[in-house]
């Protein structure tokens, strides 16, 4: 199993950057998927999550970044995406996605417990 997360980079306060994850050896449509950040200093938080294809297609946000992250998940390709509008400098941070340890869990959940599988992050940099 290999999550290829990419699409950091640095951008200004205020711009935009999509973040996608890409999965080998496994259906990520079964999985319960997450967004995560770690910014120098701070512990791994958890970002955005969606829940697994063919369910009522929950997503949840931290509230820092309600309204302006966006997750969703592309089927076909087996990736899930982040779309990140209106960049902060708090936002900078190394980006990680994940897929839950088991498929077709009921609930997105928060924490980094919950998660089996792991991208090997992208370096997200937010300037003022």
């Known amino acids: 199993v290999q999550l290829q997360a990419s699409g950091g980079g640095l951008v200004q306060d205020g711009g935009s950057l999509r973040l996608s994850c890409a999965a080998s050896g496994l259906t990520l449509s079964s999985y319960n998927m997450g967004w995560f950040r770690q910014a120098p200093g701070k512990e791994r938080e958890f970002v955005a999550g969606?829940?697994?294809?063919?369910?009522?297609?929950?997503?949840s946000y931290v509230a820092s970044v309600k309204g302006r992250f966006t997750i969703s998940r592309d089927n076909a390709n087996n990736t899930v995406y982040l779309q990140m509008n209106s960049l902060k400098p708090e936002d900078t941070a190394v980006y990680y996605c994940?897929?839950?340890?088991?498929?077709?869990?009921?609930?997105?959940?928060?924490?980094?417990?919950?998660?089996?599988?792991w991208g090997q992050g992208t370096q997200v940099t937010v300037s003022s």
């Open positions: 994940a897929a839950d340890t088991s498929p077709y869990r009921a609930l997105v959940v928060s924490t980094a417990e919950g998660y089996g599988y």
């Open positions: 969606i829940r697994w294809s063919g369910s009522s297609g929950t997503t």
